[in-house]
């Protein structure tokens, strides 16, 4: 075998082509075997304000780009808040919360979420706090008097 290889190490065109080979080979494999993820991070998507009766979507990214979440990963959701129960979907990528008629929010504490993830097999473990971030909405400004001014 050796032979083999010294004979081809020697021709540009052949060691071009395994090189080629090489690469596209670690392309396929990447493909069907992607990368575990190693961080996560959650963005807004509704953009609706915290407050009740309203329903907030958030979706986490996985990185470096092209990673996934374990096979046998388990994520959990949890609120700082016990009236407010986010929730998963099948992905685990998706957090929904919608906040109960009467909800106010704490004015010493901010409303968070924090999701982790665990994994026995690879051991992956990731974990991200969620805080809601849409802008309050502001009841509008009562005037409180008018001038008129003549114009003809």
Known sequence: MSEIIEIFEHDPEVVKLLKTVV???R???HELHPPLAINISFKEITMNPTQAGQTQVFTGTLAPSGSVLATDAVATITSND???TPTLDSTQLI???TYPAGWVESTTTPLSFAYATTSVSTG???AATIVPSA???VA???ATSIAFAQTT
């Open 82 to 84: 016990p009236a407010v």
């Open 124 to 126: 992956q473990a990731l």
């Open 23 to 25: 690469h596209e080979l």
């Open 95 to 97: 957090v929904t919360v």
């Open 135 to 137: 802008p309050p909405v």
């Open 140 to 142: 509008p400004v009562l």
């Open 27 to 29: 392309a396929i494999k």
